[in-house]
């Protein structure tokens, strides 16, 4: 089955700082990459995700980057705020059928004001 | 709004006793799912429903039990058998086959005295 590693598990930064939590995973038919937040408290929530047709995607302040050779993604956040404190998971599946995403143990960003 | 509802939010029990947490959607989603979650753990797959009537064990399934009666309920029962219960719990649901666009709930944190 699949096995997803991520790093860091803490990542400490000041606010305006750019933050990169980088995962890899072992099943090359692996086709999409989903990454959650998780505020404090509450339930995750899908923020960006990326299939494995594009190498980068980008949405505001966020970024993912696939390099499917070496089977890592990476999630890339610039001038981070304190509201980007939270706990942030990847992901990776094969899309679509009945393929269950297989989760990272998790980063917990802290973004210092 | 549509979403999903898990209820209780805090729960205590006793060693030895049986709990059910709910999960309710209004999403229309066809699957649903359990995750459980501990610190440094990420999230690990307890089990999951494609269909009605239908659900199929995850990675850590042991102790645990599930129905699925109905398209938008999906309670998880934590029987005396589950030797370490006291976690997070986070039910999510997702359109069937796009099981990587999870919806989660607020999750259930359950501790045993």
């Known amino acids: 089955g699949e096995n997803v590693e991520q790093h860091p598990s803490t990542l400490s930064v000041q606010e305006g700082d750019s933050a990169v939590i980088k995962c890899t995973y072992s099943?090359?038919?692996?086709?999409?990459f989903p990454w959650y937040k998780q505020e404090l408290g509450k339930g995750p929530q899908l923020i960006i995700d990326i299939r494995s047709n594009v190498g980068e995607k980008k949405d505001q302040r966020i970024a993912v980057t696939l390099n499917k050779t070496a089977k890592h993604f990476s999630l890339h956040i610039t001038e981070t705020q304190p509201e980007d404190s939270a706990v942030y998971f990847c992901a990776a599946l094969r899309a679509g059928g009945s393929y269950i995403p297989t989760f990272g143990r998790g980063t917990s960003l802290i973004v210092h004001p | 709004d549509g979403g999903i509802t898990q209820s209780p939010k805090y729960l205590f029990r006793k060693e030895g006793q049986n709990v059910t947490l709910s999960c309710e959607q209004n999403?229309?989603?066809?699957?649903m799912y359990w995750y459980r979650q501990d610190p440094g753990q990420g999230l690990r797959l307890i089990y999951y429903?494609?269909?009605?009537?239908?659900?199929q064990k995850g990675d850590i399934a042991e102790g645990y039990s599930v129905s699925r009666e109905k398209k938008e309920s999906f309670p998880l029962t934590v029987t005396s058998a589950q030797k370490n219960p006291t976690a997070f719990y986070l039910c999510a649901s997702s359109i069937q086959g796009r099981a990587g666009e999870l919806f989660f709930g607020e999750g259930s944190r359950l501790t045993v005295l």
């Open positions: 999403l229309n989603h066809d699957a």
């Open positions: 099943d090359s038919a692996s086709n999409y």
């Open positions: 429903s494609q269909i009605v009537n239908d659900f």
